[in-house]
């Protein structure tokens, strides 16, 4: 059973920051490329950053300079880093697992995790 759990959201004031983790179980987590998504609410699940299975990052332009994606394989871990929190950085973060292999895509999602930005 393929289980990510997400942690480590909360609520900080802006220019503050949190770390997220994402705990991978059940799946061969060094094969699967990694992401962050967030969504703010009425708006759209939005892509904030990713690392490939090669440890290659890329991020949303919103979030460049601000956010640090890294990865822990020994541990089934994914981390993201942010610093200078805006309020509109204000979402509930999801972690996902993609994978390909041949025909097939794997997909998982967590449940996320609230992050709220506020004075």
């Known amino acids: 059973q393929v289980q990510l759990v997400e942690s480590g959201g909360g609520l900080v004031q802006p220019g503050g920051s949190l770390r997220l983790s994402c705990a991978a179980s059940?799946?061969?987590?060094?094969?699967?490329?990694m992401g962050w998504y967030r969504q703010a609410p009425g708006k759209q699940r939005e892509l904030v950053a990713v690392?490939?299975?090669?440890?290659?990052?890329d991020y949303a332009d919103s979030v460049k300079g601000r956010f640090t994606i890294s990865r822990d394989n020994a541990k089934n871990t994914m981390y993201l880093q942010m610093n200078s929190l805006k309020a509109e950085d204000t979402a509930v973060y999801y972690c996902n697992a993609n994978a390909r292999q041949l025909f097939t895509t794997y997909d998982h999602w967590g449940q996320g995790t609230q992050v709220t930005v506020s004075t």
């Open positions: 690392i490939t299975s090669g440890g290659s990052t």
């Open positions: 059940g799946i061969t987590f060094r094969l699967y490329a």
